[in-house]
């Protein structure tokens, strides 16, 4: 039996009224808020709505009818196919606004608290090529926007998945927000193994050689490549390796990783290091720090520095001061303030971020910081609290769902003096500062806009006990 396709209204002439989460642009119809993409306030729309539910609905643009004031021509040929972008349709600065009006959105909308001070969005200089870190996925039947079923083209790809559909990868002509020379190594891995004859990945049949590809740079100008494959193939391998390898002599790390996994999840894996060295190494101040390609590591460099100086400015160290560092990764934070206070209790559930952490303390010559591996609500407690002293300043940057309930509960039962909140979720950053809200005020909050042309913004706050 053959379900029909549900069949939703079209609506013409809907007028654009403002900017809603996931970078969606919002009007209204009928008392209903509908939530459109690549659209702008300002803009005049004929829409096809595609999910309704009964207080608001989605729609895609069909005609554009009149353009808002605030809409620029966007920069790439790829711009609302690969999804990677969402607002490269608005000059950079009413992006920035767009922002900072989300964040304060969420944080009144959602944590109904008072904020004492909102400082300005830290905007980006380089508003293009500021990615530090790419992963391309390879695939034997290139997504064709206009698909034919009688004729497919049926081409290979090297890009970027079609937001929702996992099977569909769309083959890159070039992306802004990555340096040149990240663009060149793509399309040179892509040209040599087509005339090679080697075989993609089929997504759907979970068959092909070649999976998926990362490449990394730091700040010198150095770069590192990874390889994901299916099998161990080391011939071939050289062989790609050994072509690419004098085309690109600042490439300083080839590798390579076997994953034959059903999902493309690899940084459990192990890592093969084939040509140079096996990290890169990246100097924020005076600390360095070593970059491996499964390592985490905020991906652009310029603006992860201001990040952390704001973080470090809103925790206002004491040389006496016990810090824990929650979700603290490869301990980027945690060795940024370590000299201001008295240790650092850095805690992440990744075990190999924890001994990237204490390999960089030991190359910085860091002796004030202890790290720990595991489920931060399991390992939080009076226990560790009993080891190393209950915290005077916690500094928090977790994940996107942010923090666990008990985790929550943990740090209010501990009563640190000040709490630094650093989120790349403005909605569940708010979330838990509601939670946080009966002992803790907010000070301030700081926005730093770290993606430009998306719809990601990263968010400083600073909670301070109540008195």
Avoid at 144 to 169: C, S, Y
Wanted: proline letters at 4%.
């Amino acid at each position: 039996m053959r379900f029909k396709r549900k069949k939703y209204p079209a609506i013409e002439n809907l007028e654009v009224t403002g900017i809603a989460a996931e970078g969606k642009a919002l009007a209204k119809f009928e008392g209903k808020v509908i939530f459109i993409p690549y659209a702008a306030p300002g803009d005049v729309v004929n829409v096809q709505i595609t999910k309704q539910k009964t207080s608001f609905a989605e729609a895609r643009m069909t005609t554009l009818v009149t353009a808002s004031e605030l809409r620029i021509e966007p920069k790439c040929s790829h711009f609302t196919k690969c999804g990677g972008c969402k607002w490269q349709h608005v000059a950079y600065e009413t992006q920035l606004e767009f922002k900072a009006a989300q964040v304060k959105n969420d944080l009144q909308r959602i944590a109904k608290v008072e904020v004492g001070e909102y400082l300005p969005i830290v905007g980006c200089v380089k508003s293009f090529q500021y990615r530090n870190k790419v992963e391309f996925t390879f695939s034997n039947k290139a997504w064709e926007e206009f698909f034919d079923k009688e004729n497919p083209q049926r081409l290979p790809a090297l890009g970027f998945h079609i937001p929702g559909m996992f099977d569909k990868v769309m083959d890159l002509d070039y992306c802004y927000l990555i340096p040149d020379t990240a663009n060149k190594i793509r399309t040179a891995i892509k040209n040599f193994t087509v005339d090679a004859g080697f075989d993609f990945f089929d997504i759907r049949q979970q068959t092909g050689w070649l999976r998926n590809v990362v490449i990394r740079n730091n700040s010198q100008n150095e770069w590192l490549v990874a390889l994901i494959v299916t099998a161990e193939n080391k011939e071939a391998i050289g062989s790609i390796f050994k072509h690419l390898s004098e085309l690109f002599p600042e490439v300083v790390s080839w590798n390579y990783v076997v994953n034959a996994k059903q999902n493309d999840s690899w940084t459990d894996l192990q890592v093969n290091n084939q040509i140079g060295q096996a990290y890169l190494e990246e100097q924020f101040e005076n600390l360095k720090f070593k970059i491996r390609p499964q390592s985490f590591f905020q991906t652009n460099t310029e603006q992860a520095l201001r990040l952390y100086q704001i973080t470090r400015d809103f925790a206002d160290l004491k040389s006496h001061e016990n810090v824990y560092d929650l979700y603290t990764g490869t301990g980027t934070i945690a060795l940024f303030v370590a000299s201001l206070c008295k240790q650092v209790v850095g805690i992440e559930y990744v075990e190999t971020a924890i001994l990237d952490a204490k390999e960089n303390a030991i190359v910085n010559q860091v002796d004030n910081t202890h790290f720990y591996a595991g489920d931060m609500k399991l390992i939080l407690n009076d226990v560790l609290f009993g080891k190393h002293g209950r915290p005077d300043v916690i500094i928090t940057d977790p994940p996107r769902d942010g923090m666990h309930p008990d985790v929550v509960n943990t740090i209010i039962n501990a009563r640190p003096q000040r709490i630094v909140y650093v989120s790349c979720n403005t909605a569940t950053q708010a979330r838990d500062i509601a939670l946080l809200s009966e002992f803790y005020e907010v000070v301030k909050v700081q926005p730093v806009d770290m993606f430009p042309h998306t719809h990601h913004v990263e968010n400083v706050a600073l909670l301070v006990l109540r008195k």
